[in-house]
């Protein structure tokens, strides 16, 4: 099996490359060899799998021929400008986001009895305010950004290339992440990590929001596995409408900070700062806070059984990562 | 006023030109000038104001910039083609509806100090099953065909594109329109428009599907009335979600063979001949059947009063047509 994954230098990204090298397989099939790409090079290594670590730009045509040429049999569509930075630059998020993902679909298309499984990651900021209580799998995509407004029309052209039999396409519709590791990327809901991930590391953290703001989360290892189940599951139970609602835990601010407490006790919690944002709490009242994921859930996908286990394989992550 | 007609030599087009000529203002406005744009000359003329009529291809830049260029006030965007040659034309289809739409927003972004109100015509062809029973204004757009795809991609990057304050755009989702004079087009509704207009002209008509088929429906003439409101209303009342289910009114195919019998008798109605085509039967079942446009009526568009005012106009425009 042939496996391409774009955006691979992404944090999800990366942990799903290492997660297929550990495995060795997909779905039961032996893995020959998996194509890293993304702007830069992931630099993720296997001695036992071909690996291809290629950098470019997922909006030129060039590039994305030489990538379909080699036919993998799954491709993981994960490359996206964030939605910060989709919001503050335009031009790059429609580039990359729009362009970059119709160009994939469109080359695939081209190649001749060629019909990989494309697995697509899509985000809830497709959804926009007024929401209902517990978002259902029927609700309006009616995003409020430019990058929910790129992930709504992937998954558009997801399901029509679909239906037309260009490929065989599945949309996944992320939780937040939590807790990213590393540094800070741009987009808003950053702080969701941060105040986990510093005060952890004995840094001060940022919470530009009120205890009471709530949000649909999931773990790094949770994502991972709703990618592994999308590339490998049965798609004909799922119909014409192929982008799902993934299931995460919905929180507040103030019940993630209490498991963090319960894990890491009060110094570490003492370490997180109230200072508001009115930019950030303008945009994250926009956001979706909960949702009923009866599709995903009944489709075999799986969420994170708590918070604070979510907590603790984050201070595991990062402590073998100090080992290694 | 300067008003510019992007798919003026359609049927909706040429009556919605002659319509703004007859009245020779917008909104209480003069208009200047009127640019119709098509594949082919609208050949529309007028006495009063002065006419700019142009042919070429809304998916080539220079020909939007051109027209772009002169900054109209107003802008219809009624260009497409229609949901039977999207299905068969897959890259004609991309295309026209959704490179030819995208390069008309990007066209106007790019141009500085200008805000012009865009009327971009959508369809019911954005929803696919499984429906509501009456569709309502929060009813996902879930397409399943190429052209529902194309529109509805066009709909999120109107409401992306206002949202930035790029221009002033407002979608409207129109119903089918019956009766449409002239020769059939490639659209699979035609039966609709073909088994009133045929029979009225002496001639035989093709009824594809069972009388039970319902669907939803407006006039020529409230579909110009739409876009007439569409371009004067305040859209502050409107918010973020800038395309609207357009009233119609939902007949069963038996119904409006009824309403033609009331209005023109036995003889004509004679003239249906059923003849199932399962390929037209299929593609129809797939289509919506009734709404509850409570958003549009509160903005104040209207619908027909009934079905057999829309039969009896089409007699009166034939007749006038006749007599020209």
New interface residues.
Partial sequence: MNILILGAAGMVGRRLTKKLIADGALGGTAINRITTFDVFPSEIHSDTIRIEDIAGDIADPTTIESLIADRPDVIFHLAAIVSGEAEAD?DKGYRINLDGTRLLFETIRQQKDYRPRVVFTSSIAVF?APFEDKISD???????T?YG?QK??GE??L??YS??GFFDGIGIRLPTIVVRPGKPNKAASGFFSGIIREPLAGLEAILPVDDSVRHWLASPDAAVGFLLHAATMDLAPVG??RCLNMPGICLSVGEMIEGLRAVAGDEVVARIKRQPDETIRTIVSGWAEDFDPARAIELGFTADADFQSIVRAHIRDTQAGKKA
């Fill in positions: 335009f926009g029927t609700f309006l995509s009616a995003p409020m430019s407004t709504a029309i558009l052209l399901n029509d239906r037309r014409p409408r």
